[in-house]
């Protein structure tokens, strides 16, 4: 049980977080005091962002490749070899399985074919689509765990990364104004049949899909031994809790002065802002670990998130091209500076993918944060531990 002032401490860093780019924005805004665009929900297309820049382009990949070099050859960057936990039995395929394999290749059909013999239906496919690919990846998870998964084991903590992934996303949202658009979405105002009252419950429900999604692949990923394994003893590297909160703070307030240069602030800054405030209390996350040479946490979570990422990207994409009609009113488009170039049957440019790795984790730690100020179980996996 955590006290009042580490509750307290946590929430503060929150309200801190969101404050100190408003404060910032007074002053970097000195006629509106705000980013163009603020509060305008869905978020839309604000104005050119700088260019492609070849510098920018070669820096971010060489940094990329390094990342997929980890991936690929761990061995190369000091991990070692672990006797993998033996292998569970297979389980059968579960009927929530199959149920949500019939929804997703429903929706998915309707969401890309854009036809209307449903009617309005068509204008809704979206989040649908995506609870019945949850539930189709909590079905592999059980099979290939031995009969473990979030919605069989754990239906609590399944149902509550919902809602923690509705505020969650929001939360993006937010820092994105600042961002002046990384993302926004230009179908919102192109449906006669959704007024914007309709367009807000849309997107509301579509938010609840992203934690489930992303938390279910890494049960997923996590029911296969040899691959924890890969990552499980590597180098030994400790974060320093306090100058990341403090660097946390000093990016957020430094976004509205340079909101293209630091672009990438929007992940990062909330990302080791709220790990810092919850290594400073003492309260595990996937860092923790990494300090202690594992670093199969925060890897399998940030990989989760980029796989997951490639399904969202295509069919995001099938969704809109050709461009008409207009049928999905949650069609994004990215507005990257720099490197917004090499889209291959994505909106998200090539090197842009690698926002999912952190975003992966980011996402974990506000479940965790979550989970400590509003005292609900965080574990995602059958041995618990945290994780």
Same mark, same amino acid.
């Given at each position: ?201 849309? %997107? ?19 029911? %296969? ?6 990552? @499980? ?5 400790? %974060? ?112 842009? %993918? @690698? ?33």
């Amino acid at each position: 049980m955590f006290s009042n002032s580490t509750r307290s401490a946590l929430v503060m860093t929150i309200l801190a977080m969101v404050i100190i780019p408003l404060i910032s924005s007074w002053f970097a805004y000195p006629s509106t005091h705000l980013p163009p665009g603020f509060g305008i929900f869905p978020p839309q297309f604000v104005e050119d962002p700088p260019g492609f820049n070849l510098l920018v382009f070669i820096g971010v990949a060489a940094l990329e490749a390094v990342v997929a070099l980890l991936y690929i050859f761990p061995q190369w960057f000091g991990f070692k070899p672990v006797t993998p936990s033996p292998r569970p039995a297979l389980r059968a395929l579960p009927w929530w399985f199959w149920a949500g394999l019939v929804v997703t290749l429903f929706f998915w059909w309707l969401m890309w074919a854009r036809t209307t013999p449903f009617g309005d239906l068509v204008y809704y496919a979206f989040t649908p689509m995506w609870w019945g690919f949850i539930f189709v990846l909590d079905g592999l998870a059980y099979r290939y765990s031995g009969g473990y998964s979030l919605f069989s084991s754990r239906p609590k903590t399944f149902l509550i990364s919902a809602v923690v992934s509705l505020v969650g996303w929001y939360f993006f949202e937010y820092f994105d104004y600042f961002a002046l658009g990384n993302w926004y979405y230009p179908n919102t105002d192109d449906i006669p049949a959704l007024n914007h009252t309709k367009i807000v419950w849309i %997107f509301l429900f579509a938010y609840t899909t992203v934690w489930p999604a992303i938390f279910e692949w890494y049960t997923l990923l996590n029911a %296969f031994p040899k691959f924890v394994a890969r990552y @499980a003893q590597g180098p030994v590297l400790s %974060f320093p809790a306090k100058p990341m909160l403090f660097l946390s703070f000093i990016l957020l307030a430094a976004v509205p002065f340079w909101p293209y240069p630091l672009f990438w602030a929007m992940w990062i800054a909330p990302l080791i802002g709220i790990s810092g405030i919850l290594m400073m209390r003492g309260i595990w996350t996937p860092f923790t670990d990494v300090a202690k040479g594992n670093w199969s946490p925060v890897l399998l979570m940030a990989l989760s998130a980029i796989i997951n990422g490639l399904f969202w990207e295509v069919w995001n994409y099938g969704s809109a091209h050709p461009v008409l009609p207009v049928t999905n009113p949650n069609y994004w488009v990215y507005d990257i500076p720099y490197v917004n170039v090499i889209h291959i049957y994505v909106e998200m440019p090539l090197l842009g %993918f @690698a926002g999912y790795l952190p975003f992966g984790v980011l996402a974990w730690v506000i479940f965790l944060w979550a989970g400590k100020v509003f005292g609900f179980n965080t574990d995602l996996l059958k041995s618990g531990q945290g994780h």
